[in-house]
């Protein structure tokens, strides 16, 4: 009964799909218009994913917006894998170090940095919004390691809130772990050294954003030796990365999170 009685409502709203879950096809939710999310909640759609980027210096080869361009690519692959499963708009202004003095990537041209009460009360204002909407299971998916104790005070709070009762925020530190240390381990079992792997801009970093989004490397840049001061804010050396490399990196990040998610679901 509940599932005729959601087709029913998306039929009346002139959307019901021939195939699929949404009118579309579509996961992100900024790509919809609000009678097709509203359909696609109706039919069971009640888990969004909030990707969670960051804005910050790559060294000379990488672009300031890796993060945001990469976390959206992999939530919108875990939402495709999920099924019934919707990714909200990447948030792409997180605490990066402190702005006077600047201390971390703030020292480098392009980072913003903002500071985490304002991150927080910002997760916490969107988490309410869509919950409002109906879509009860939140998950953040942090692409930073920077902030990840952030995401994790800010599920604790929801879950404490009474008002908060009906709906859940989940911080996914699966994901995170997924692509660094998980990932990075890969990498040394396939024969990378840990130095070149590194944590930042390196190996691993650059391989993840070339399978991903290979336009927002400069390959031009590790074809040949690095020049004095590329490497500065880099931890690792990124010339040996490749697409395939991270391909597998990408792999398994989606079926971490994946899993991770369906845990978590299957608990409620």
């Known amino acids: 009964m509940r599932r005729l009685a959601a087709w029913i409502a998306a039929l009346a709203l002139g959307l019901a799909a021939p195939c699929g879950w949404t009118a579309?096809?579509?996961?992100?939710?900024?790509?919809?218009?609000?009678?097709?999310l509203h359909a696609a909640i109706m039919a069971g759609?009640?888990?969004v994913l909030l990707p969670i980027g960051g804005t910050e210096q790559n060294g000379a080869h990488m672009v300031l917006g890796k993060h945001n361009l990469r976390v959206k690519l992999l939530a919108e692959r875990i939402a495709q894998a999920l099924g019934q499963t919707v990714v909200a708009p990447v948030l792409a202004?997180?605490?990066?170090?402190?702005?006077?003095?600047?201390t971390g990537h703030m020292r480098y041209a392009g980072t913003l940095s903002v500071p985490e009460r304002a991150f927080e009360a910002m997760l916490e204002g969107a988490a309410a919004s869509l919950a409002q909407h109906g879509l009860r299971e939140i998950v953040l998916l942090g692409d930073h390691g920077g902030y990840q104790a952030s995401l994790e005070r800010v599920a604790q709070r929801w879950a404490r809130d009474p008002a908060r009762r009906g709906s859940r925020v989940h911080a996914l530190p699966e994901y995170y772990r997924a692509a660094q240390p998980g990932f990075a381990r890969w990498l040394q079992a396939q024969g990378h050294a840990a130095a070149a792997i590194g944590e930042h801009a390196g190996l691993s970093d650059t391989a993840l954003t070339l399978a991903l989004a290979p336009q927002a490397v400069r390959q031009s840049m590790l074809a040949r030796p690095a020049q004095p001061g590329e490497l500065d804010g880099v931890t690792g050396d990124p010339r040996q990365a490749t697409a395939a490399l991270g391909q597998a990196g990408v792999e398994?990040?989606?079926a971490a999170s994946v899993a991770a998610i369906r845990a978590r679901l299957a608990g409620r």
């Open 24 to 36: 579309t096809g579509e996961v992100s939710l900024e790509a919809m218009t609000s009678p097709e």
């Open 45 to 47: 759609a009640t888990t």
């Open 93 to 102: 202004y997180v605490p990066d170090g402190a702005v006077r003095p600047p």
């Open 252 to 254: 398994q990040i989606v």
